[in-house]
């Protein structure tokens, strides 16, 4: 793709183009904008070097002789400089050389069938201070009958694209006037958080968690303790003043649980000690990779820190997963991949606490009985993790659940318990969260059921539909009753005709819609309608409300 950009437009720079999952992407600087109408052309040129069948060449130049070559390259030369080798790798075909680590296929002709999907912006190096560069997306696959699978899900996804879903559901909105990255829940977004909130309270209570809640800013004296701003200044905004003190929004709820912990005098028999918030955090993310509800500057985290004796982390650990997988489960997520990420370059504390951590996380993992992915410097500045990916009704990965080993922030908060020795000594403490953000779980969500929540989730769970002005009365009652029931229930008698009314609550993906016309209010029933299975005739109030709440109930 590279070389049939550059041929079409010889004057171009080129960034950098690396692999994807499903496919790939390059950066370009060029002289014009390019439009969907240019993808044609280039994917031609691209056919054109494949069936020539060009070898792929590979070499190590040393540093002097690819900057001379790549000197009219600016961002080429930019990662020469970067890279810590003395020699750097080049590949070629034909007459074309770039940079790349390789490998390569044996030669062009060994391309099957590809795809150019669309262009976007993209700053050099995603820092907004740099050139706007222009990306070029595309995917390839080893058979005409793969792509064409693959576009079908591309096409699929669109359907169920959650900024699309969101706004035609009425559940959220980003005002400009509020701020980039700043949600604004709506009614119907508001019930969807408050099913997900009261059920993840509930759970957490019966699985012996205490349940917390601190401020949003703190002094920049915690921060400094913590670590925070020696370590994540990046991702904090910028402190404000109050009583001349400086203070920050919070990135993070962990250091508000710790000075919980440490407020009384703990004991070993009063250990584990489990601490949960839905807390919400804001964070600094730069706006090229805002998105959506998956990327925000301000999320509410389902947090949680455990701290315990040493011997009881490995037992602690292993519960977190075995709850977060039921706890995925219950939302409708079957298969979960986990990454157990280790130490990163910039970290804080003993190598040898680290491995120990490490093992420790290793051994719970193989105690669950999930194979893991090693995710080696993917480890947070305080320690060792295991995340958990999960996958969408389109196979698609997500990170939601996070557990996090920390012998850092009990050292540096000076934290301690009464041993059974009557000494003092140090607790370890675990980082988790079940769902991650809310509002990148409730995006997944929004994406995996394509709107159509099932019936315990569903904000609006059954809309009841007079057919005439005259049974509006009888279809309040109705509704009245409904929500008695704690059914989510909606009177439609506006007085568009019913089949409309009908097929605006299926658009709006409402579970089932209740109809009443004389002969309902005369027998006092409702005719049934389900989302999923169409008419199922006329019902008792009360016999609805029993199969409802079964479901509910069942969480199916």
Request: net charge negative; aromatic share 12%; charged share 30%.
């Given at each position: 793709?590279?070389?049939?950009v550059?041929?079409?437009?010889?004057?171009?720079?080129?960034?950098?183009?690396?692999?994807?999952?499903?496919?790939?992407?390059?950066?370009?600087?060029?002289?014009?904008?390019?439009?969907?109408?240019?993808?044609?052309?280039?994917?031609?040129?691209?056919?054109?070097?494949?069936?020539?069948?060009?070898?792929?060449?590979?070499?190590?130049?040393?540093?002097?002789?690819?900057?001379?070559?790549?000197?009219?390259?600016?961002?080429?030369?930019?990662?020469?400089?970067?890279?810590?080798?003395?020699?750097?790798?080049?590949?070629?075909?034909?007459?074309?050389?770039?940079?790349?680590?390789?490998?390569?296929?044996a030669?062009?002709?060994?391309?099957?069938?590809?795809?150019?999907?669309?262009?976007?912006?993209?700053?050099?190096?995603?820092?907004?201070?740099?050139?706007?560069?222009?990306?070029?997306?595309?995917?390839?696959?080893?058979?005409?009958?793969?792509?064409?699978?693959?576009?079908?899900?591309?096409?699929?996804?669109?359907?169920?694209?959650?900024?699309?879903l969101?706004?035609?559901?009425?559940?959220?909105?980003?005002?400009d006037?509020?701020?980039?990255?700043l949600?604004?829940?709506h009614?119907?977004?508001?019930?969807?958080?408050?099913?997900?909130?009261?059920?993840?309270?509930?759970?957490?209570?019966?699985?012996?968690?205490?349940?917390?809640?601190?401020?949003?800013?703190?002094?920049?004296?915690?921060?400094?303790?913590?670590?925070?701003?020696?370590?994540?200044?990046?991702?904090?905004?910028?402190?404000?003043?109050?009583?001349?003190?400086?203070?920050?929004?919070?990135?993070?709820?962990?250091?508000?649980?710790?000075?919980?912990?440490?407020?009384?005098?703990?004991?070993?028999?009063?250990?584990?000690?489990?601490?949960?918030?839905?807390?919400?955090?804001?964070?600094?993310?730069?706006?090229?990779?805002?998105?959506g509800?998956?990327r925000?500057?301000g999320?509410?985290?389902?947090?949680?820190h455990?701290?315990?004796?040493?011997?009881?982390?490995?037992?602690?650990?292993?519960?977190?997963?075995?709850?977060?997988?039921?706890?995925?489960?219950?939302?409708?997520?079957?298969?979960?991949?986990?990454?157990?990420?280790?130490?990163?370059?910039?970290?804080?504390?003993?190598?040898?606490?680290?491995?120990?951590?490490?093992?420790?996380?290793?051994?719970?993992?193989?105690?669950?009985?999930?194979?893991?992915?090693?995710?080696?410097?993917?480890?947070?500045?305080?320690?060792?993790?295991?995340?958990?990916?999960?996958?969408?009704?389109?196979?698609?990965?997500?990170?939601?659940?996070?557990?996090?080993?920390?012998?850092?922030?009990?050292?540096?908060?000076?934290?301690?318990?009464?041993?059974?020795?009557?000494?003092?000594?140090?607790?370890?403490?675990?980082?988790?969260?079940?769902?991650?953000?809310?509002?990148?779980?409730?995006?997944v969500?929004i994406?995996h059921?394509?709107?159509?929540?099932?019936?315990?989730?569903?904000?609006?769970?059954?809309?009841?539909?007079?057919?005439?002005?005259?049974?509006?009365?009888?279809?309040?009652?109705?509704?009245?009753?409904?929500?008695?029931?704690?059914?989510?229930?909606?009177?439609?008698?506006?007085?568009?005709?019913?089949?409309?009314?009908?097929?605006?609550?299926?658009?709006?993906?409402?579970?089932?819609?209740?109809?009443?016309?004389?002969?309902?209010?005369?027998?006092?029933?409702?005719?049934?309608?389900?989302?999923?299975?169409g008419?199922?005739?006329?019902?008792?109030?009360?016999?609805?409300?029993?199969?409802?709440?079964?479901?509910?109930?069942?969480?199916?």
């Open positions: 793709m590279a070389e049939a550059l041929t079409l437009f010889p004057e171009g720079k080129l960034g950098i183009g690396p692999v994807i999952q499903d496919g790939f992407y390059y950066d370009f600087d060029l002289p014009r904008a390019l439009t969907s109408e240019d993808l044609p052309r280039i994917e031609e040129m691209m056919q054109r070097i494949v069936s020539e069948d060009h070898p792929f060449q590979h070499e190590e130049w040393e540093k002097g002789p690819a900057r001379e070559f790549f000197g009219a390259q600016p961002f080429k030369l930019e990662l020469i400089e970067g890279i810590e080798d003395p020699t750097v790798s080049i590949y070629s075909q034909r007459g074309f050389t770039d940079l790349c680590r390789g490998p390569h296929v030669s062009t002709g060994q391309v099957k069938v590809f795809k150019l999907l669309h262009v976007a912006g993209a700053y050099w190096r995603g820092d907004e201070k740099r050139p706007m560069l222009q990306r070029i997306y595309g995917t390839a696959w080893e058979s005409q009958e793969e792509l064409d699978g693959y576009l079908k899900r591309l096409e699929e996804a669109g359907l169920r694209d959650h900024r699309r969101g706004r035609e559901l009425g559940l959220y909105s980003i005002e006037e509020v701020g980039a990255g949600v604004l829940w009614p119907k977004g508001g019930r969807l958080r408050t099913i997900i909130e009261d059920h993840w309270r509930r759970e957490h209570l019966r699985g012996g968690y205490e349940i917390v809640y601190t401020p949003h800013i703190g002094r920049a004296q915690l921060w400094e303790t913590s670590g925070h701003l020696d370590f994540y200044r990046d991702s904090m905004y910028a402190p404000m003043e109050i009583d001349k003190l400086a203070y920050y929004a919070k990135p993070m709820n962990c250091p508000f649980h710790i000075l919980i912990f440490g407020s009384s005098v703990r004991s070993y028999r009063n250990l584990p000690l489990r601490l949960a918030e839905l807390g919400t955090v804001y964070r600094y993310e730069r706006p090229g990779v805002l998105h509800l998956m925000v500057r999320f509410t985290q389902d947090d949680a455990i701290f315990c004796r040493p011997d009881q982390v490995e037992g602690e650990i292993e519960a977190v997963l075995r709850f977060t997988f039921a706890m995925l489960r219950t939302f409708g997520f079957q298969e979960f991949e986990l990454y157990l990420a280790t130490r990163p370059e910039k970290f804080v504390g003993e190598p040898a606490h680290w491995e120990q951590a490490t093992e420790s996380l290793r051994r719970a993992a193989d105690a669950c009985g999930t194979p893991y992915h090693l995710d080696e410097g993917g480890g947070a500045f305080y320690g060792p993790k295991l995340d958990v990916k999960i996958k969408d009704a389109l196979g698609r990965e997500w990170q939601c659940a996070t557990v996090q080993f920390d012998f850092n922030e009990p050292e540096r908060f000076d934290l301690s318990f009464v041993g059974a020795d009557g000494k003092e000594h140090r607790p370890f403490m675990v980082h988790r969260a079940l769902l991650g953000s809310l509002e990148r779980f409730l995006g969500l994406e059921y394509g709107g159509a929540f099932p019936a315990w989730l569903a904000p609006v769970q059954a809309v009841v539909i007079p057919i005439a002005d005259r049974h509006a009365p009888y279809a309040r009652q109705v509704c009245e009753r409904l929500r008695a029931a704690d059914c989510r229930a909606e009177l439609d008698d506006r007085s568009e005709r019913m089949n409309a009314r009908i097929r605006d609550a299926q658009l709006q993906k409402v579970p089932y819609m209740l109809v009443v016309g004389d002969r309902e209010e005369a027998a006092g029933r409702v005719a049934v309608r389900s989302r999923e299975e008419d199922l005739g006329s019902w008792e109030v009360e016999r609805f409300l029993e199969t409802l709440q079964q479901r509910v109930g069942e969480r199916t």
